[in-house]
């Protein structure tokens, strides 16, 4: 676990200093910070557009700094020859491929959480919530997109044990499209029964291996205040188990080509 | 004793669009423990292809390898060896002293007073609280074998440990190798600095084309002395006659220096440069040098015979410019 830990410390302390993260970080705090004056567009539903257009830029920039992040990690260190002395240490190839991810989720939780506090300060500073319970309403959503974007990272991850950064960006970027925006469109084409069986079959399998990334879109509450979610502490441990099986098979499956990858 | 190293028919072969390429072919090697082994050869050579094999990072295609008498990647032996690859990198937010904690905590070892120590060790005493961006590419390699030593390793493998380094850095590297082996330490050193493979190894190998061509005791190695005809005023195509396999000829401006096996009759070739109108300055029997071994081994090569005539034909293509 020391190997791990280490191994995480120094990823997470690289990538809090990688000038590209930080720019695309302070690109979304920017955004952030300036979405208040956004409202006078719609004055008739501003709260509701404020909300949806700041968790919108978290989830955005989240998710650019999640595939920036992790798409280089595995070739910067074969490309920079650190790898080589440090699993010439006693250090086996999983262990760095699991440190070397946490690393980035550390990150990336980091930069998440300092989108979330300057979010949540704006919102009280303009007094746009009141009271902690709408408080915790909001900081729930950033919370489901960190499990999300720990999902993404592993997806990256994956893809970086055998891809070129630029093809793994594209790879990565394209799995998140699929899980996010057309996730219930393939759904929909494997339940209908009218369709060719082949394509049925193929949307089934996209469907099914393609994680399911929509499911961690749980911003509509903290939107509009009618709605809700249902045993609310259920719905979020299954969202937990979910990511975290899909993240275990995807790590899993790096190691796998990982371990037998030439360095 | 087991060897500290032994290599047996070992092969690696990669494939490419025109068809699979041997980079290591029948590669027998043999390190004694607690020597100081040269590892050399000319670029493209499979030097570092055989170290990664060593170290476990990437396999063999057939052949057999082992380190301190284990199967090469053993993870059992990583605690045993060491390795500072050719032009290290390290994280450059971290100071000296974290690179070393970090490389410590790899095996396990949470001792500040040990890094410290190390550092001290290698002259950086004084500059372990500053972030490795800082340092010159002398003090990178410094912490590079500072954290080799890490676990005491019985086994160092150095890749270009003095490469690019000025000379000062050159000779402190070279000393702290030497203190190693006093140690009981093996060393396997790849190098292009044949003059410090000569001074400091024990043995050597040297590979080409992903065979070994020589390897032995420098001494019984080097056996045989070479003689060095220095002469003015030669025209350029005087050299071209006298260069074969084993004479080697560079000329600049007129002034051209024949270096040959003492087996050959410099008589010979002084009439032949007497001959073209050429003066002879000198005619000098020295000893037999490494670098000669190592010409005398790549030579047959025709890649390498090219080099070194390229390297001769622009040399005086830049000054005719």
Redesign the interface.
């Known amino acids: 676990m020391?190997?791990i830990?280490?191994?995480a410390k120094?990823t997470l302390?690289?990538a809090v200093?990688r000038r590209v993260l930080l720019v695309i970080l302070l690109v979304g705090v920017l955004f952030l910070a300036i979405a208040p004056a956004l409202e006078a567009l719609s004055p008739r539903q501003e709260l509701t557009v404020l909300r949806a257009l700041t968790l919108g830029i978290i989830q955005l920039t989240s998710a650019v700094i999640a595939v920036v992040l992790t798409v280089y990690l595995i070739p910067n260190e074969i490309e920079?020859?650190?790898?080589?002395?440090?699993?010439?240490?006693?250090?086996?190839r999983w262990q760095f491929l699991i440190g070397k991810y946490l690393g980035a989720v550390g990150a990336l939780g980091l930069m998440m959480l300092l989108m979330t506090t300057i979010m949540l300060l704006v919102f009280l500073i303009m007094r746009k919530v009141e009271g902690t319970a709408e408080i915790a309403s909001l900081a729930k959503v950033p919370f489901a997109f960190f499990i999300q974007m720990s999902l993404l990272a592993a997806v990256s991850v994956f893809f970086s044990t055998f891809a070129s950064p630029i093809v793994n960006f594209f790879l990565s970027g394209g799995v998140y499209l699929v899980g996010t925006v057309f996730d219930s469109f393939f759904d929909v084409l494997s339940k209908n029964s009218q369709l060719n069986p082949a394509v049925k079959g193929m949307a089934s399998i996209v469907h099914v291996i393609v994680p399911n990334f929509q499911s961690f879109n749980v911003q509509n509450p903290a939107i509009n205040q009618l709605q809700f979610i249902q045993s609310e502490g259920m719905f979020y441990l299954g969202l937990g188990v979910y990511a975290f099986t899909y993240i275990s098979i995807l790590l899993i499956a790096g190691i796998v080509v990982f371990e037998y990858r030439?360095? | 004793m087991s060897l500290a190293i032994e290599t047996r028919d070992l092969v690696k072969t990669y494939k490419s669009r025109s068809g699979p390429i041997n980079v290591v072919s029948n590669l027998n090697l043999q390190v004694e423990p607690g020597e100081i082994f040269g590892f050399l050869g000319p670029n493209g050579a499979g030097k570092t292809t055989t170290i990664k094999i060593l170290l476990g990072v990437i396999y063999q295609t057939t052949g057999d390898a082992y380190v301190l008498g284990k199967e090469a990647g053993d993870i059992a032996i990583h605690k045993q060896i060491s390795y500072l690859p050719e032009k290290p990198y390290y994280y450059e937010h971290m100071t000296g002293l974290e690179i070393m904690q970090f490389y410590a905590s790899l095996f396990g070892i949470h001792d500040l007073k040990k890094c410290k120590d190390l550092l001290e060790r290698v002259n950086l005493g004084n500059d372990m609280n500053r972030p490795i961006s800082q340092y010159s590419k002398g003090m990178q390699q410094r912490v590079g074998l500072a954290q080799s030593l890490l676990n005491d390793p019985k086994l160092l493998f150095l890749d270009e440990p003095t490469g690019g380094l000025d000379p000062i850095a050159h000779i402190e590297i070279r000393d702290l190798i030497l203190q190693f082996r006093d140690e009981g330490k093996t060393v396997f050193i790849s190098s292009h600095e044949l003059s410090d493979v000569e001074r400091i190894c024990d043995r050597v190998a040297i590979i080409n084309k992903g065979e070994v061509v020589a390897q032995g005791r420098l001494e019984e190695l080097l056996i045989g002395g070479r003689i060095e005809l220095t002469a003015n005023g030669c025209p350029d195509d005087l050299a071209t006659r006298l260069r074969d396999e084993d004479t080697l000829v560079s000329i600049n401006h007129g002034r051209m220096i024949v270096d040959v096996p003492d087996t050959h009759n410099p008589d010979q070739i002084a009439k032949m440069v007497q001959a073209a109108g050429g003066e002879i300055v000198s005619i000098i029997p020295r000893r037999k040098r490494l670098e000669d071994l190592f010409l005398e081994a790549v030579t047959g090569d025709n890649i390498a015979k090219g080099r070194r005539l390229d390297r001769i034909v622009e040399k005086q293509g830049e000054e005719k410019n």
């Open positions: 020391g190997v830990l280490a191994i120094t302390g690289e200093r920079r020859r650190t790898i080589y002395t440090i699993l010439s240490k006693p250090v086996r030439e360095v």
